[in-house]
């Protein structure tokens, strides 16, 4: 547990003890950061911040679907931070860390009250880092409030998620060139990878989008300033606009889905067509030789003549010249 205090710009580290004098000091801005929630630091959360057991609960059982709820003197968050997994590394079993393919979903809850913001997370993590560095580099320019607080680690989250979707795009965009030239089955199983990957982006963006529209309402962070209402709106924009990126490319995966079916189609086709046009050229050359190869005392030409074996040749070659002209002629109308 890590106890950071703003006052006049200036910031210092505080400790635990002191938790509950600051709350009596509405003057003094104080960040509470947590990470991996025991039954001491639960302890404090209860005995000294008398939150809610529920939400506290909420912060020891991860895998909770991003919401904001409202108690008497705070609000409670859940979010969710993305990166993007690395394939040369085995994900440790981790509550807190939902795996879904190449992405990794971490689950950050946070409380703000009037004075303080208090963060839980299962680990020290690029998001608590950046948010602090940000903070760090605003010093005395921006007056440091509960909402800008808030603003700032929201802010971070959701940039997480933008480098994401540039790598959407840039898969998408090689996935849709390749298909055009040779479709593979590795091919539509990275579409379907790719499509289940949006849609739990969607099931985490779609509702931080509502709970970043709810905290854009006056009446509910009632203690922020307006200016702190502009940078949560930013935020929310932005937010809206990742879930606008999600839906745009899984309806252009769900295109290529089909791109990728006709592709194979047309392949099949084309295959197909050369089979059948081989079956008709062996055919021929079936009932030309077949004939020959009856039980006949007398053929023309004789099976003694010495032009028979030419003559057949030649006719054989003739009958395919002249199949093959007219099969040519019927795929061109």
């Known amino acids: 547990m890590k106890v950071t205090v703003f006052s006049q710009g200036t910031s210092r580290n505080a400790a635990i003890s002191e938790v509950g004098q600051l709350l009596q000091s509405p003057s003094e801005i104080f960040w509470v950061d947590i990470i991996d929630c025991d039954d001491q630091e639960a302890q404090v959360l209860r005995d000294v911040f008398h939150f809610h057991p529920l939400a506290i609960e909420d912060t020891r059982n991860h895998r909770q679907r991003p919401k904001l709820e409202e108690y008497n003197g705070y609000l409670f968050l859940i979010t969710n931070s993305v990166s993007q997994l690395d394939g040369k590394q085995v994900p440790t079993p981790d509550a807190s860390i939902s795996v879904h393919h190449d992405l990794e979903f971490r689950e950050i809850n946070v409380f703000v009250g009037r004075n303080y913001l208090v963060t839980v997370s299962n680990r020290d993590d690029y998001t608590i880092g950046e948010c602090r560095r940000r903070i760090d580099n605003v010093g005395s320019a921006f007056p440091i409030t509960v909402s800008y607080l808030l603003y700032t680690l929201l802010d971070v989250i959701v940039d997480e998620y933008f480098p994401i979707m540039d790598l959407f795009e840039e898969e998408i965009g ?22 289940h990957m949006l849609l739990h982006m969607w099931r985490v963006v779609w509702p931080q989008r509502d709970m970043l529209g709810t905290l854009t309402q006056p009446h509910v962070l009632n203690f922020s300033d307006q200016s702190s209402q502009y940078y949560l709106r930013d935020v929310g924009d932005h937010l809206l606009w990742i879930a606008d990126m999600i839906n745009t490319y899984r309806d252009t995966l769900t295109g290529l889905i089909d791109l990728y079916m006709s592709s194979v189609s047309n392949r099949l086709n084309r295959i197909v067509n050369r089979l059948t046009v081989m079956t008709i050229v062996i055919g021929v050359m079936t009932v030309v030789s077949g004939f020959y190869g009856m039980n006949f ?9 010495p032009n028979g074996v030419p003559f057949v040749l030649i006719l054989m070659a003739m009958l395919i010249s002249i199949l093959m ?9």
């Open 174 to 195: 090689e996935l849709e060139d390749v298909i055009l030239v040779s479709p593979k089955q590795e091919h539509l199983n990275r579409l379907f990878d790719l499509k």
């Open 297 to 305: 005392e007398q053929t023309w030409p004789h099976f003694k003549d």
């Open 325 to 333: 002209l007219i099969l040519r002629r019927v795929n061109r109308s």
